[in-house]
């Protein structure tokens, strides 16, 4: 029996977007008719039908959800997806989740295939990959679409659609008053996280208040290929540090390993604050303090735009930007 061609078979040999293909396919006047031409020409010599269940779909509200998650190891978006879930159960939809595991290319290709298989709306955090190029078309052409789609955490500026973001920067900021208010002197910051947008704005955020108390950032940017606490450790024992901030989990908990190295006792002579509120910060020793994001609060705040805007519920219309507001987590990294 002669298998049958996919829309994602003709889009690999034609090197076009699943989505470009179907709109050829429908003489959408966005694509050219020289493509529109080149892909009914393929799609007749390949003998390509349409899959019924899929168009069907595509005309009808299938009641479920897209999710493009960065990482699902990361405990952050393991959360935020437990939060999204509870409430699309709530309302009645289902959640299709997928990982983009930090790829550009990962992440286009699932667009293209949840859009087409019909999902309703999209939720989603940006990828690292795409982050760095600064490509986000493919963002945009979903919502040409009229497919909404609601980002969180990771968002794209240029792109025009709900999201959902915290305050990294006040956060950030607070992280530094505790410091402060407990005697530390001098504050170093380590990152793994900086070509994100989200370590972006933590740093501005403590290079600002850090500056409000006539104080110098010194910041260590970590290189991957070497290892996180000798190069944290170097880093404190050249400075002589007695607080860090890591502006992502796992460059606090290295910092706190690399504290251990160099003998210091903590928080008696260096004090450590992080991000995230994790597994890691609960199961590191001394317990990390961290900048609680209320991930699974993310979570439902982003499935709760999206789902109201399905239902034609929302109080408005238009995009917006929903801010969650942070808060300090005090454990035994930390004096007070």
């Known amino acids: 029996m002669r298998q049958k061609v996919t829309l994602k078979q003709l889009a690999i040999e034609l090197d076009l977007s699943i989505s470009t293909v179907s709109k050829s396919l429908k003489n959408d006047p966005e694509i050219s008719q020289a493509t ?35 990482d699902i190891l990361n405990n952050f978006f393991a959360k935020v997806l437990l939060g999204i879930e509870k409430e699309a159960n709530k309302n009645n939809y289902k959640i299709i989740t997928t990982i983009s595991n930090e790829s550009f290319e990962k992440e286009k290709e699932y667009l293209d295939m949840l859009a087409y298989n019909g999902v309703d709306g999209f939720i989603l955090a940006v990828s690292q990959e795409t982050q760095t190029k600064g490509e986000f078309e493919h963002f945009n052409e979903i ?95 050249e400075n002589k540090f007695d607080g860090i901030i890591g502006l992502d989990e796992t460059a606090a908990v290295s910092a706190v390993n690399a504290a251990s190295i160099l003998g210091y006792k903590i928080p008696k002579d260096l004090m450590v604050i992080g991000f995230t509120n994790g597994v890691l910060s609960k199961h590191s ?52």
Not at 50 to 68: D, E, F, W
Request: aromatic residues 4%.
């Open 143 to 237: 919502l040409k679409d009229e497919i909404p789609i609601v980002m969180f955490d990771r968002v794209a500026d240029d792109v025009y659609c709900d999201k959902v973001i915290v305050d990294d920067k006040k956060g950030a900021g607070d992280a530094v008053d505790k410091l402060i208010q407990a005697d530390c002197e001098n504050i170093g910051v380590v990152s793994s996280i900086q070509k994100l947008s989200v370590g972006k704005e933590r740093l501005e955020g403590v290079e600002k208040r850090m500056k409000s108390y006539d104080k110098e950032t010194k910041i260590l940017k970590l290189k991957k290929n070497k290892d996180y606490e000798i190069q944290i450790a170097e880093f404190i024992k």
């Open 36 to 70: 529109i031409d080149r892909v009914c020409k393929l799609a007749k010599e390949r003998k390509y039908k349409p899959n019924a269940l899929a168009v069907s779909l595509k005309s009808n509200k299938t009641r479920s959800i897209g999710v493009i998650i960065p």
């Open 285 to 336: 020793y001394p317990k990390l303090t961290t900048v609680s994001q209320h991930a699974k609060k993310i979570g439902a705040t982003a499935a709760k735009i999206l789902i109201d805007k399905l239902e034609l519920r929302a109080e408005r219309y238009l995009p917006q930007t929903k801010v969650i507001k942070t808060s300090i987590v005090s454990r035994g990294t930390t004096k007070n």
